[in-house]
């Protein structure tokens, strides 16, 4: 055998075992990623935690991702002069995705998703001390009003389905971006303790039209089901 021959067979070996390799650690590529997301560190809406999640690619076009946040800090009711509960809470979620591309390209952005659609599942719950302001109802006019403020513990549970939409970017080669938004279902369950603040009797103080609302939605009455819109993204890394 020619001495060119040896070394094309050589180079023909050496290559095809790099195909190989190459094939065996595209198979063993990780399916699974490590996120944050970030807007729940400032939730103004509901309580900020700190919340962490993973994906789990169950093929190349289905996902199951699931998150649990924890309140660490106190955004909100640290100065009031009695504390009758402790701020604290945790949410938590688990969602099933479908990425469209990939459902009818199979294997398109192998690193990244890009849009997906999902059903996401929630529950959360939290407790603090809040304030309201309220005169009594015979007090109609703003010159007779005496105000009176009433500190009230406060525990909310909250549960629903949320349908999502988002779109998942690869960022280098192990990091993505995903900003997503979702609407559903809100089921609200509140809890007064140390109330005095009666509806049948006392009004609550007129002002903002949000301050008013969210004056509202810490009392029991305030409890049943809403519409629920939620919004951010997250930063992840695919190990």
């Not at 996401?120 to 407790?127: C, D």
């Not at 809040?130 to 309220?134: I, K, T």
């Not at 990091?175 to 559903?184: Q, R, S, W």
């Given at each position: 055998?020619k001495?060119s021959?040896?070394?094309?067979?050589?180079?023909?070996?050496?290559?095809?075992?790099?195909?190989?390799?190459?094939?065996?650690?595209?198979?063993?590529?990780?399916?699974?990623?490590?996120?944050?997301?970030?807007p729940?560190?400032?939730?103004?809406?509901?309580?900020?935690?700190?919340?962490?999640?993973?994906e789990?690619?169950?093929?190349?076009?289905?996902?199951?991702?699931a998150?649990?946040?924890?309140?660490?800090?106190?955004?909100?009711?640290?100065d009031?002069?009695?504390?009758f509960?402790?701020?604290?809470?945790?949410?938590?979620?688990?969602?099933?995705r479908?990425?469209?591309?990939?459902?009818?390209?199979?294997?398109?952005?192998?690193?990244?998703?890009?849009?997906y659609?999902?059903l996401?599942?929630?529950?959360?719950?939290?407790?603090y001390t809040?304030?309201?302001?309220?005169y009594?109802?015979?007090?109609?006019?703003?010159?007779?009003?005496?105000?009176?403020?009433?500190?009230?513990g406060?525990k909310?549970?909250?549960?629903?389905?949320?349908?999502?939409?988002?779109?998942?970017k690869?960022?280098?080669?192990?990091?993505?971006?995903?900003?997503?938004?979702?609407?559903?279902g809100?089921?609200?369950i509140?809890?007064?303790?140390?109330?005095?603040?009666?509806?049948y009797?006392?009004?609550?103080?007129?002002?903002?039209?949000?301050?008013?609302?969210?004056d509202?939605?810490?009392?029991?009455?305030?409890?049943?089901?809403?519409?629920?819109?939620?919004?951010?993204?997250?930063?992840?890394?695919?190990?």
């Open positions: 055998m001495k021959n040896k070394w094309f067979l050589l180079l023909l070996v050496i290559l095809t075992s790099l195909s190989i390799r190459a094939q065996e650690n595209e198979k063993k590529e990780s399916t699974w990623t490590l996120k944050m997301n970030m729940q560190l400032v939730d103004l809406f509901s309580f900020p935690t700190v919340q962490l999640g993973a789990k690619k169950i093929n190349d076009y289905f996902s199951v991702n998150e649990v946040g924890l309140q660490l800090y106190n955004d909100a009711y640290s009031t002069d009695t504390i509960l402790k701020a604290r809470g945790f949410k938590a979620n688990i969602e099933g479908i990425y469209f591309i990939k459902l009818f390209k199979p294997g398109y952005q192998k690193a990244a998703g890009g849009f659609c999902g996401q599942a929630f529950y959360r719950h939290n407790q809040s304030s309201l302001e309220y009594k109802e015979y007090e109609e006019e703003i010159e007779d009003r005496k105000e009176y403020v009433d500190y009230l406060v909310k549970t909250g549960y629903g389905l949320n349908v999502t939409l988002g779109f998942q690869k960022v280098g080669n192990h990091f993505i971006f995903e900003p997503y938004l979702g609407i559903g809100l089921n609200r509140v809890k007064n303790s140390n109330r005095e603040y009666n509806k009797i006392h009004n609550l103080e007129d002002g903002l039209h949000f301050s008013e609302y969210y509202f939605m810490d009392t029991s009455e305030s409890s049943g089901w809403i519409v629920n819109f939620t919004m951010g993204f997250r930063l992840g890394y695919r190990l």
